[in-house]
T-cell receptor, first 114, second 114 residues
Framework: KAGVTQTPRYLIKTRGQQVTLSCSPI?????VSWYQQTPGQGLQFLFE???????NKGNFPGRFSGRQFSNSRSEMNVSTLELGDSALYLC?????????????FGQGTRLTVV | AQKVTQAQTEISVVEKEDVTLDCVYE???????LFWYKQPPSGELVFLIR??????QNEISGRYSWNFQKSTSSFNFTITASQVVDSAVYFC???????????FGSGTKLNVKP
């Protein structure tokens, strides 16, 4: 059974640009969550999608957005990149996204903003 | 408010030593789940254990054991006879009433030296 796949693994962007990251959950999983990991702030919740609907959102500016497709694949977009957006972005998938389900994480996309 | 504290930033041990990673949590939810994840250099978060708030039984899995004490809001993780392959960053996390929104501690980097 394939795990959670995040693409690309590494990305270098320039300030002001925008970026789209992709997450393919485990087959059959309908919940996808996104997290940002930085040395200073640690792991912080961005948002969660379930059946193409955003169910939950963290405290991030509107430059951070996401969506989920009918096949449960999810994308997150960051517009007008800032140096502080450099981070490891992790996505997690789970069956239905309630607390009884185990969440599986991908290897992440490491974004560097220069 | 939900909060997880891992006071130990980094721990170094010599192979075969036992090591305990501390985790203290805060939550007002009556039901919640606690987790430990391992993050190797490759980046993905590897699930180790999940406990719900009604199950205070300690658990042992091979060289790993977990001590959950609601009275002190702690969920500590012990590795017995540590090995070099245990070197990683370990995260304690809390899942409250809010669907799939994890609250992570800041992580403890474990260095196991041969």
């Amino acid at each position: 059974k394939a795990g959670v796949t995040q693409t690309p693994r590494y990305l270098i962007k320039t300030r002001g640009q925008q970026v789209t990251l992709s997450c393919s959950p485990i087959s059959g999983h309908r919940s996808v969550s996104w997290y940002q990991q930085t040395p200073g702030q640690g792991l912080q919740f961005l948002f969660e999608y379930f059946s193409e609907t955003q169910r939950n959102k963290g405290n991030f500016p509107g430059r951070f957005s996401g969506r989920q497709f009918s096949n449960s694949r999810s994308e997150m977009n960051v517009s007008t990149l800032e140096l502080g957006d450099s981070a490891l972005y992790l996505c997690a998938s789970s069956l239905v996204g309630d607390r009884t389900n185990e969440a599986f994480f991908g290897q992440g996309t490491r974004l560097t903003v220069v | 408010a939900q909060k997880v504290t891992q006071a130990q930033t980094e721990i170094s041990v010599v192979e075969k030593e036992d090591v305990t990673l501390d985790c203290v949590y805060e939550t007002r939810d009556t039901t919640y789940y606690l987790f430990w994840y391992k993050q190797p250099p490759s980046g993905e978060l590897v699930f180790l254990i999940r406990r719900n708030s009604f199950d205070e039984q300690n658990e042992i899995s091979g060289r790993y054991s977990w001590n959950f004490q609601k009275s002190t809001s702690s969920f500590n993780f012990t590795i017995t006879a540590s090995q070099v392959v245990d070197s990683a960053v370990y995260f304690c996390a809390l899942l409250g009433d809010n669907f799939n929104k994890f609250y992570f501690g800041s992580g403890t980097k474990l260095n196991v030296k041969p």
